[in-house]
């Protein structure tokens, strides 16, 4: 009975709204469509990895190479680096709550990944920088030549 009143309220969620179904139903359905929640405040600096389902280290990933980043492009990068940012806030986080209770943060290998991707991410920018300020000023240079053998 309750797959029926499952499908029918998939079908015709107005269903619910006008209290046609019951509570126990509306409750059932909830459980089974339910994903992972979306976290908003506070809640988004606190790693919920694998702290209360296993006790040993989660294997950590690694960092950024320059030579990845290099063939990112700028929105890529921007969007890496806000990811980078949080991660690196939650292991403040992490690191502070640790050190609050006393207790080993795990993996902490990635607090050193996080900073280096991100100064690797700045690498890669200024190269960025570096070639465009370049290639302006050859640029000029290069019109400025022009303009001499014209005038000549």
Avoid at 106 to 113: F, G, I, L, N, Q
Avoid at 116 to 130: D, F, H, N, Q, Y
Wanted: proline content about 2%; charged content about 40%; hydrophobic content about 35%.
């Amino acid at each position: 009975k309750s797959e029926t009143m499952a499908s029918l309220l998939r079908v015709f969620p107005l269903l619910r709204r006008r209290g046609t179904l019951s509570a126990t139903t509306t409750t059932t359905t909830r459980s089974m469509f339910r994903g992972s929640g979306v976290r908003f405040g506070l809640e988004e600096f606190y790693d919920s990895r694998n702290r209360d389902r296993c006790r040993e280290d989660p294997i950590a990933g690694r960092g950024w190479e320059a030579s990845e980043l290099r063939r990112k492009s700028f929105v890529d990068l921007h969007k890496l680096w806000y990811v980078l940012l949080k991660e690196r806030n939650v292991l403040l986080t992490e690191t502070q709550r640790a050190r609050r209770f006393n207790m080993r943060i795990k993996a902490p290998e990635r607090k050193t990944a996080v900073r280096k991707s991100m100064a690797r991410i700045k690498l890669v920018l200024s190269e960025r920088r570096a070639a465009y300020r370049a290639s302006i000023k050859k640029e000029d240079e290069d019109e400025d030549d022009e303009e001499g053998t014209a005038a000549v």
